[in-house]
Each structure stands twice: as structure tokens, then as C-alpha cells.
């Protein structure tokens, strides 16, 4: 290696040293006299030699003190870095803000022939370009595109990072010599993100990869006017004559915008509201419906543009809701008469919306069954009773809700005991054990149960019960529909207290991974925190459907208030017609359906998927069942439906609609509609709601990464600033020591042993 040769300049020692070394010269000059004058020549020629060797020695040490060292005439040169540029192509970098648009500035600007070239001197320029995904791209097809490359629907900005910073965690094993690569990413964007996804969740990522992410905005901070609506019906479906509303979400884009006007329109009625933001990007109102028939009814919503909109695809969405004629079908057995079953039943027969078939074990040999609003050949009139040994024709399949209360190894066949959990699984049926446990394990039909049941039973029970309890709902519970004694959550809490405790609850060692506490105990009147507490009312989805325990005995004295608790008046029913209403509902099937067809989505953008289940109740009547689907222009085509579950009375299909408006999903048996719903498909071009620059984003992802805020019309701030991290990763000249050679120790070890021979010979030793 070339190099030039140095001396440390140490003048003081080395002037120390030679005096030293001039000592033992004078030392051993005086020495050598006296032993010449003393005829010792023996002794006077090992002395001379010695003096030579220690002079020599003297200044080979001199010598090495001085530092003597070669430095090459360069540094070392570090390792070519890799530079990754993001390109925003999503259809917001088409806004012509700043000219000629902001895709075609960012193009124009930092992927011109002479900035890539530059950069290139040093690094690896890998440009790709991002929207709806993340892409390598072509420089000189996006020359020639200029500002017409940003189309895309989405601004995926968080995984086109993730991508980049997986890629040089990838590359962190790659390395030149002993020196990894280094890599820099640089994003040129308005800052926008479409999704929920965060940027600055991958800046952990970034530093513990050593990526530092630069940034260069592009864009205005004030965006065109723009106005959104979503809409959805709450509750999905309605009974006759019932009060629901329209819930709709207005979303504001851009400057200027203070309020919107929303309207709901149902052939010639319209509902008109006025929504103000109040500095918020998003406003909400609600639309009261109700519909005097049976049926699917469509509305739509809509919100007027704003001044100076461009965008309106997105200010109108057609919403559907489904209004249920038939009653809820509701079956409540009982192995004995108990007083929860009879209060219960009261309930349910004073509820105009429930059709009851209630069933009673009075004795071995006599089997009760009362009806009310039941619409059967065994039910002549309002209300019917008659007596039968066994309740062999009972199809759990005909009701929409069944509640079990106690005794039930007196009362159900084993036909019946074995179909009740495929009619919560495959059906989707809703159960209600009333009372604690529903059977007496200690029989043998009881042992039987426990073991058919032991799958959809939401706790594991236990042994004994509590005396003298209050049932009181978990914090989060208030807002379950059981619960809702009035629409003000304060009075439901003041119900609850006013309520009186119940007699016992029944004791649960353990309750499912996948069971929800809906209720607690808590022994008589203690103010011990109800999260705490023992079970009281739990409730357990089971494939479809759902069963819901209710562990407290004597619940039924919510429905004997005395004077004291006449505030609470009612809750007993209310409480009840809730239940029922919450559990028949939320199941696969509606009152009445024996096809079961539903939709994962009711409103969807376009692109997106959606699951169409059809369900039937049995396979009885043998009669087949296709799906078909109608477009928003009137063409019908089939839909390709999958069965799942292993079997038939499962099917699954898939809608990805590419075209705005409302679809029809049918469900065909036999040539007749046997369920049907409706899809509203609306272009969400999220892109166009908010176009306004978000800089600061870019900015806290630079400054969280290590990177550096560029100016987006500055290109050379970029390449100066990778000069500089390059300057800092240069190598220095390391100069070469002679004392740090091995063959110099070599060489004074040796002398050292001459010495010692010198010594020798010369009679000193």
C-alpha cells in the first residue's frame, strides 16, 4: 500500500532518551578504563561489546518512541446505499393545486434525468409508486404519464412503508466487506391516508431497521368542498306499526363547509334535517321510520351539496328495511308447574307481539298446553288447553325462541333432548333456560341431558345455590336489550335498585370461554362490585344461534311489587318482551321464515365482498333452492352457492359488485322467491372527499424515523443530505506503527539474548 512516512513529534522524549542513552555510554566508557588500566583485557573486550550492543539498543528505542508510521494517501470509500422513492399515485395527487398537478410536480421535480443521476453516483435509486397497492415502477413511463399517472382509488401509504422497511430488514444480513448498505426512503405524497392504518405505526419498524424516512409534501392544506354520506337502518328489521330510525353519518371534506342538509324520502314524504359540524369532521342525525305493513321498504338519504362540490356520487345512499308481520313464536316448557313458568307465561300473553305455546307437565300421565295468538289446527280459539301423554309431535323447528324451565328429564323425549343442539347450530334457534338448571342430573334421563347438552349449556354447573340475592346487570350490561326498562339509562338503574332480590341462584363453577356475564348476584343488599360476583344471567352464541341462562330462582317476584316499589311497575313484563324480542331477532331465522337469507353488509362501497348465507329450517318439503342475483340495470344471473357445515341446509355465496346501486339477492325454491334482500352499492371515492395536503403527517414520520422534512421543489436538499450521510460513513487513513509489527519483538528478544551471550563469554556471568 502507498503511503507516506510520519514521525510523531515528540521531542521531549526523545531528547530524554538520548541524554540516557549518553549516560550509559559515559558509564560504560569509565568502566572499560578502569578495567584496562587493571590489565583485565578478557574483561575490557566483553565490555566494549557490551557498550556497543546497549548504545545500538539506546537508540532503537529512540527510534521506535518517535512513532515512525506509513498512512495511506486515501480513505476508504463506504459502501453504495440503497434510496427508495415512494410516488403517491393515488387520484388526490391529481389535484391541480400546485401545477401542473401534484403528481406531475413530483415527477417533474425529483424524477428529472439529472436528480436521478446524481443520486445514482452513490446510491441504488429503486422509485415505486403507490395508491391501491404498492408496484415498481417504469421512470420513463411515468415521464411520459406525468400528472395523468394518479388514478388510483386509495392512498395506502402506511403498507407501501412496510414494504420498503421489510425489504431492507431483508437486506440487514447483506453487506460489503465488513460494512452493511444503507437505505433511505423518500416519500413524495400529499399525506393522505384512505385507510384506518397509521403511518407513524411503522416508524419502530424503521429505526430498528436503520431506515430514515424522508419526505417531500406536495399540495395545499385546503381542499375542495366535498360532502359524504353513510346510512344505516337501526334495528336491521322492524315489526308492524314500530318506531325505528335512520342513522346517518355525514362526513365533511375540505374548507367552507359549516352545516348540510339531510333528507330521507319514501315515495311523496320527505323527512328534512339540518346538521351542523361545529369544527368536526363528522356529524350524525337520526330519521324516525315506521311502516303500517309487512314488507321491504327502500328510502333514500341524501345530502345536498355542498358549494363548489365536484364530487357528488357519494351524497346519496338508498337504505332498506325489513317490517315482520308474523308474531314471535315462542315455546315455553315446564316438567312441573313452578311460579317462575307462570309468571313468565302471564308475561308473554299480555304481549301482543308473541304467539305462546306453553306446555306443562302436571303429573306422570297428564301433559297441559295452553296457547295464546297461536295460528294452528290445535288452537280454535285465543286461548286453548288440553291434556296428552307425551309431546311427540313438539318440533323445536316451529318456534322462534324456546324457553326451558325445570324438570325437563319428565318431559322431553330423547328424540327431542338429542335435536336440541342442531336446532341451536344448524338452525340458528334461540334457547332460554329460565330457572338454574333445566334437569335433575341424578336421574338417569337427567344424566342423559347433561351429556346431550353439555355442548351449548353456557356454564358448567355446581353444587347448591345462594339465599336471598339481588340480580343486578354488569356495567357494560345496562345497554342490553333485556335491560331496557325506558330509554333513559339513568331510570334503568334506578329500576334495577328498586327491584326486590330473588330467592336463590344456582351455582356455576365455571362459565364457557365464549359466554358473556350479562348479570350478577350479590348476597342481599351488599354493595360489592357486580363484576365480581357470581353469575346471575349469562348468555353464549353456539355456532348459529345463541343460548342465554338465566341462574336466578324466584325471579318472578320482580312481578309483585309492593307499595314501596310501585316506581318499577311493569319491569317484569318489560323485561320479558325484551328478552324475547332480543333473542328472536338476533337469530338465523325471522318469525315466521323457514328460509333464512342474509347478508354480511347491507350498504357496501363498490370492489368490496359480501357474504350472502342462506339457511332453511329443514329439508322436509325435498324442494330445491338456488340463488340469483339482479343488477341495478335489471339482468338477473345465478349466483354460485357452496354448501358449509357438511351439509344442505347451509349455503354460502360470495357478491363483489363493480357497479353503483341496489342489487337483489333472491333466494328460489320451486320457481318462487322464497326470501330475498337488498344490497345498496355506492362508489366510496374516499379519495375526492378530502383533498387538502396533510404535511404534518409527513412531517411527524420523518421526525419519528430520523428523517428530514424536504422542500418539495428543492431536490438538491435531498442529495446533499445523502452526501453528508455518506461523508459521515467515510473510512479515515489509519497510519501503520513500526512498533506494532511482530518482527520488531522478534528482533529485540533476539538482541536480548546476544547480550546475555556477550556476558557470558566475557566472565560477567
Do not use: C
Request: proline content about 5%.
Amino acid at each position: 500500500m502507498g503511503g507516506q512516512l510520519v514521525w510523531r513529534p515528540w521531542v521531549e522524549p526523545m531528547a530524554w532518551a538520548w541524554l540516557a542513552g549518553a549516560v550509559v555510554v559515559m558509564a560504560a566508557g569509565w568502566s572499560w578504563w578502569r578495567t584496562v588500566g587493571s590489565g583485565g583485557w578478557r574483561r575490557a573486550i566483553g565490555s566494549t561489546w557490551l557498550l556497543g550492543m546497549r548504545v545500538l539498543v539506546a537508540g532503537v528505542l529512540v527510534l521506535l518512541l518517535a512513532g515512525p508510521s506509513v498512512i495511506a494517501t486515501s480513505a476508504t470509500e463506504p459502501t453504495r446505499g440503497v434510496l427508495v422513492m415512494l410516488l403517491d399515485t393515488s387520484a388526490s395527487m391529481a389535484r391541480d393545486d400546485v401545477a401542473p398537478t401534484r403528481a406531475g410536480r413530483a415527477i417533474e421535480t425529483w424524477l428529472s434525468p439529472s436528480v436521478i443521476a446524481a443520486i445514482e453516483r452513490t446510491h441504488d435509486v429503486r422509485v415505486r409508486v403507490f395508491d391501491t397497492d404498492d408496484r415498481g415502477a417504469d421512470v420513463a413511463r411515468l415521464r411520459e404519464l406525468g400528472g395523468s399517472a394518479a388514478r388510483g382509488d386509495e392512498t395506502r401509504l402506511t403498507d407501501a412503508l412496510r414494504e420498503a422497511i421489510d425489504d431492507a430488514a431483508g437486506s440487514a444480513g447483506t453487506a460489503v466487506g465488513d460494512v452493511s448498505v444503507p437505505w433511505s426512503v423518500v416519500v413524495l405524497s400529499d399525506g393522505r391516508e384512505s385507510t384506518d392504518a397509521s403511518p407513524l405505526s411503522v416508524a419502530e419498524a424503521a429505526r430498528g431497521a436503520g431506515v430514515a424516512v424522508h419526505a417531500a409534501a406536495f399540495g395545499t392544506t385546503s381542499g375542495t368542498p366535498d360532502l359524504a354520506l353513510t346510512a344505516e337502518v337501526e334495528p336491521t328489521y322492524l315489526l308492524v306499526d314500530e318506531p325505528g330510525r335512520v342513522r346517518v353519518r355525514v362526513l365533511r371534506g375540505g374548507e367552507g363547509v359549516d352545516e348540510a342538509t339531510v333528507r330521507l324520502t319514501r315515495g311523496d314524504e320527505e323527512i328534512v334535517r339540518q346538521v351542523a359540524f361545529n369544527g368536526r369532521r363528522l356529524a350524525t342525525v337520526e330519521l324516525p321510520i315506521t311502516e303500517p305493513t309487512a314488507g321491504t321498504f327502500a328510502y333514500a338519504v341524501s345530502v345536498d351539496a355542498a358549494p363548489g362540490e365536484l364530487e357528488l356520487r357519494n351524497n346519496h345512499q338508498p337504505v332498506f328495511v325489513d317490517v315482520l308481520a308474523d308474531r314471535f313464536r315462542v315455546l315455553l316448557l315446564e316438567g312441573q308447574p313452578t311460579w317462575d313458568t307462570r309468571f313468565i307465561a302471564r308475561a308473554l300473553r299480555r304481549d301482543e307481539r308473541v304467539a305462546l305455546t306453553q306446555m306443562t307437565r302436571l303429573s306422570a300421565d297428564r301433559l297441559e298446553r295452553l296457547t295464546a295468538r297461536v295460528r294452528d289446527e290445535d288452537a280454535t280459539s285465543d286461548s286453548s288447553a288440553d291434556t296428552a301423554s307425551s309431546p311427540d309431535a313438539l318440533r323445536w323447528a316451529d318456534y322462534d325462541v324456546v324457553i326451558l324451565g325445570g324438570g325437563m328429564h319428565r318431559l322431553l323425549t330423547d328424540e327431542l333432548v338429542a335435536s336440541l343442539s342442531d336446532y341451536v347450530g344448524e338452525q340458528g334457534g334461540r334457547v332460554l333456560f329460565a330457572h338454574g338448571r333445566p334437569y335433575d342430573e341424578t336421574t338417569a334421563q337427567g344424566r342423559r341431558i347433561a351429556e346431550a347438552w353439555r355442548a351449548i349449556e353456557p356454564v358448567r354447573w355446581g353444587d347448591g345455590v345462594d339465599r336471598a340475592v339481588r340480580v343486578r346487570p354488569r356495567s357494560a350490561a345496562f345497554e342490553h336489550p333485556a335491560f331496557a326498562f325506558s330509554l333513559d339509562g339513568s331510570t334503568a338503574r334506578r329500576v334495577i335498585d328498586t327491584l326486590p332480590a330473588v330467592t336463590a341462584v344456582a351455582s356455576a363453577d365455571a362459565v364457557s370461554p365464549a359466554a358473556e356475564v350479562i348479570a350478577t348476584a350479590a348476597g342481599g343488599d351488599a354493595e360489592v362490585a357486580v363484576d365480581d360476583l357470581a353469575p346471575a344471567m349469562v348468555t353464549m352464541p353456539y355456532d348459529r344461534g345463541v343460548v342465554t341462562v338465566i341462574l336466578a330462582q324466584g325471579l318472578w317476584r320482580w312481578a309483585m311489587l309492593d307499595g314501596d316499589r310501585q316506581s318499577a311497575a311493569g319491569a317484569w313484563d318489560r323485561f320479558w318482551s325484551n328478552m324475547v324480542r332480543w333473542l328472536a331477532l338476533g337469530g338465523a331465522f325471522r318469525p315466521g321464515e323457514d328460509v333464512s337469507l342474509r347478508l354480511s353488509e347491507r350498504a357496501v362501497h363498490t370492489g368490496a365482498s359480501v357474504w350472502v348465507d342462506v339457511v332453511r329450517r329443514s329439508l322436509d318439503n325435498g324442494s330445491s333452492l338456488s340463488l340469483e342475483l339482479e343488477a341495478p340495470d335489471g339482468t338477473t344471473r345465478p349466483l354460485p352457492a357452496q354448501a358449509i357445515g357438511g351439509g344442505q341446509l347451509r349455503q354460502r355465496a360470495t357478491i363483489e359488485p363493480d357497479e353503483p346501486g341496489v342489487y337483489r339477492v333472491m333466494a328460489v325454491a320451486d320457481g318462487q322467491i322464497a326470501a330475498e334482500a337488498m344490497l345498496s352499492v355506492y362508489d366510496a371515492d374516499r379519495e375526492r372527499i378530502d383533498t387538502s395536503a396533510d404535511p404534518s403527517l409527513l412531517e411527524a414520520l420523518a421526525n419519528a424515523t430520523g428523517g428530514r422534512m424536504l422542500d418539495p421543489d428543492r431536490p438538491a436538499e435531498l442529495i446533499a443530505l445523502l452526501e453528508t450521510q455518506r461523508a459521515a460513513r467515510l473510512v479515515p487513513p489509519r497510519p501503520e506503527y513500526l512498533w506494532d509489527k511482530w518482527w520488531v519483538m522478534a528482533v529485540l528478544l533476539s538482541w536480548l539474548g546476544l547480550e546475555w551471550i556477550g556476558r557470558r563469554l566475557a566472565g560477567m556471568i
